[in-house]
DNA sequence: CGCCTTTGACCGGCGC
DNA sequence: GCGCCGGTCAAAGGCG
């Protein structure tokens, strides 16, 4: 996988950030190409991993769930989330993780562009350690 | 009532 | 082409 960096924040859960960077596809003038080259554009994309007992920690955002799957090699489920903001397409996605059923691993797809509705310290703290600025 | 989960169907990419 | 796999849709029902 990608390089890893393991903290601590409040509430004594550690966190784990994996950098996607290398995912990351930045597209520039891409509606100048035939529709028929154009591929899908990549939407930026972070997770990181918390000990947590429950697996959706309060971001202050407001996410309606949209899909629920088995993986495989994984006992558990992996669920889909929406931020329910008008025009705001940021996904995420929640799993635990299989032989340490105390780890849950958070996967954010997109940027908010609005501001959060409820603010979360715990959760903006982790994300300034982590040297990510998703616009909160 | 409005917003939320749940859940099976559906769909697209990829490997064989 | 077919089937697996991961991601999304949408109908139906739950709950404050």
Redo the contacts with the bound molecule.
Sequence with gaps: MEDMYQMFFPCSSSVTKVDNSAHHKINTNEEDKPKSKMK?EREPKFSFQTRSQVDILDDGY????????????NIFP?????C?HEGCRV?K?VQRLLGDEGVVVTTYQGVHTHPVDKPSDNFHHILTQMHISPSF
Aim: glycine share 4%; aromatic share 20%.
């Design positions: 899908k407001r996410w309606r769930k949209y899909g629920q799957k088995a993986v495989k090699n992996r669920s889909y989330y929406k329910t996904k996605q």
